[in-house]
């Protein structure tokens, strides 16, 4: 007897298997929930977790499933779980380790030399299963350097229950703990002898889980508590501008004069505010909420006719073919059309593509390179460069990426590190690079780069 071969289930498939009209009713659902946008791309992987909800809950089809949803606190859990199944994501403790290391050093102690007292009130937004908020807890601990028990309140949030119960109970395992430091692994973790562990209860106690809806948030009266940060890592990509706008003005409003706000990754108020001062430290950074008496925050947004601003070098650039087809990946074509919008002057809108392009395919270098590009056009050179350095982590050959770097270091003042930049490049052209697939720089030749680079070396 031959074994029967598996349907492998693609996009196509999932997205058959479910009417499109109940997806779109679907997709508004979710966003009027959780304020999540679900664009076309997504909505194979939105028809595959419905599948697997109907599974799980032995509901014949969709059509029934729609009526389950709307069935008061049942339908309403099953909409969080819907929304819990959909975010699912890769989260472990410490992720992106400068960032908690500089908020040990630097960050932390410097929000007590400004008149902050312990223990520093601290808000985990949309805290998913707990690691983020314990790793603040922790490293709260280490920055006290043992001289308060209580360093820190970290009031940590999310929409789901099912989430904030595996945080509450505190026993991780396996690739949550990949980055932890064997010193730290020791000193605040208990092993439970299955390979698992638990957060000791000297972190436990300085976190209080809650149940909490950002989109409820926007509307609610503002609490009467203040924070001295706000970590809100890779929450507001999911959202459109206008409300990740709103909730930025929230925040604002949350925090103590000289808080600080912490956003993922892809994230930047580029567009979105002028309320926050960017600051930075090694590979991360942050945005702090000045004193009233400060003024504006930092510089107001230039012109939005690109270049029209203070005088920049300009990057060789041709009008190139576009990508064939075959290559076009839906990352890739949001970054394509973020390029057209850009080019229309409409930069706000072609950042949150690239932000929606970043997101979808987090290994492509194109929507890193591309905000990088728009964001040092506006003299944003400080995130500029973070973006920068992000598409060079993603493909090290891509030397326009390294030409933006070098530019924005030179915008920064750190005309030392510039040269070096510059040197690095012009090496690099001498073997294999990558050129973006994008109208900047397409149709470079080597030579070009060359001559390109040789300019901008110190005489």
């Known amino acids: 007897m031959q074994p029967r071969e598996r349907k492998v289930m693609t996009p196509e498939r999932a997205l058959a298997s479910i009417p499109l009209d109940l997806l779109n009713l679907l997709r508004n659902m979710i966003e009027t929930e959780s304020g999540v946008v679900l664009n076309d791309a997504k909505l194979p992987h939105l028809s595959s ?13 969709a059509p029934r499933y729609m009526e389950f949803l709307t069935q008061g606190e049942r339908g309403a859990a099953e909409r969080r779980d819907l929304v819990s199944d959909l975010l699912i994501g890769e989260t472990s403790f410490f992720r992106a380790p400068v960032l908690f290391q500089e908020f040990e050093k630097v960050i932390f102690p410097g929000l007590l030399e400004r008149g902050l007292h312990y223990p520093l009130p601290i808000w985990c937004a949309g805290c998913a299963t707990g690691e983020e908020a314990y790793s603040v807890a922790i490293a709260a ?4 350097g043992g001289r308060h028990t209580v360093p820190v309140t970290v009031r940590a949030t999310d929409l789901h229950p099912r989430f904030l119960d595996t945080a509450r109970e505190g026993v991780y395992a396996g690739q949550s703990l990949r980055d932890l430091p064997g010193r730290i692994l020791e000193r605040y973790f208990e092993p439970l002898g299955d390979g698992r ?16 809806n950002l989109v ?56 979105i505010t002028e309320v926050f001062r960017l600051e930075h430290l090694k590979k991360i950074f942050y945005y702090r909420k000045p004193p009233a008496e400060s003024g504006p925050l930092r510089p107001a947004a230039a012109s939005r006719s690109f270049g029209s601003s203070a005088p920049r070098q300009a990057v060789p650039r041709a009008e190139p073919p576009p990508p064939p087809l075959a290559d076009r990946s839906p990352a890739m074509n949001l970054v394509l059309s973020a390029e057209r919008l850009a080019d229309e002057g409409r ?16 290994g492509s270098p194109e929507a890193e390179y591309l905000m990088a590009f728009l964001l040092r056009g506006r003299e944003r050179h400080a995130e500029a460069l973070y973006h920068a350095e992000r598409a060079l982590e993603r493909d090290p050959r891509f030397v326009f990426a390294d030409i933006e770097a070098a530019e924005c270091l030179s915008g920064m003042g750190r005309a030392g590190e510039a040269t070096l930049r510059w040197k690095r490049i012009l090496r690099a052209i001498e073997e294999e690079v990558r050129l973006p697939r994008l109208s900047v ?19």
């Open 216 to 271: 409820d948030f926007l509307s609610a009266p503002l609490p009467s508590a203040r924070y001295a940060a706000i970590f809100c890592r890779n929450v507001m990509i999911y959202f459109r501008s206008y409300t990740t706008r709103r909730l930025v003005e929230r925040f604002h409003e949350s925090l103590f004069d000289g808080g600080v706000l912490f956003l993922g990754h892809s994230e930047t108020l580029w567009g």
């Open 49 to 61: 977790v419905v599948r697997s909800r109907l599974a799980a809950l032995g509901i014949p089809d």
């Open 441 to 459: 720089g397409a149709g470079i030749s080597p030579q070009m780069l060359r001559q390109y680079v040789l300019s901008r070396l110190p005489r």
């Open 141 to 144: 601990l280490e920055g006290s």
């Open 197 to 212: 562990y638990r957060v000791a209860e000297e972190v436990r106690r300085l976190v209080d889980f809650r149940e909490m």
């Open 347 to 362: 930069f706000e809108d072609a950042v949150a593509m690239c932000r929606e392009a970043a997101t979808l395919d987090p």
